[in-house]
Nanobody
Framework: QVQLVESGGGLVQPGGSLRLSCAASGTAFSIYTVGWYRQAPGKQRELVATIIRGGSTNYVDSVKGRFTISRDNAKNTVYLQMVSLKPEDTAVYYC??????????WGKGTLVTVSS
């Protein structure tokens, strides 16, 4: 059974940094596409960044230049390094694994609050 556990969220001041982690178990992690999503209060969940099996990445425009997604296949973990955080980055952040046949697996999320 595939399990995902996000960690690293918390309260940070505007301009600060956080690194989120998503640890996967129960699957051959290296073959999956991984995405970070976020959902702010009262808003729909949105895609933030993705990293495919070969390592190519994509980002939503609002985080380009500030967020970096990476993966360590040996540790079955994907990271989201976030710098220059803004109040509008406040949300619950989720990771999602997508299998080569298109099946999705979600974690339970970690809360990021950007506030002074």
């Amino acid at each position: 059974q595939v399990q995902l556990v996000e960690s690293g969220g918390g309260l940070v001041q505007p301009g600060g940094s956080l690194r989120l982690s998503c640890a996967a178990s129960g699957t051959a992690f290296s073959i999956y596409t991984v995405g970070w999503y976020r959902q702010a209060p009262g808003k729909q969940r949105e895609l933030v960044a993705t990293i495919i099996r070969g390592g190519s990445t994509n980002y939503v425009d609002s985080v380009k230049g500030r967020f970096t997604i990476s993966r360590d296949n040996a540790k079955n973990t994907v990271y989201l390094q976030m710098v220059s955080l803004k109040p509008e980055d406040t949300a619950v952040y989720y990771c999602k694994l997508t299998s080569p046949v298109g099946r999705d697996y979600w974690g339970k999320g970690t809360l990021v609050t950007v506030s002074s």
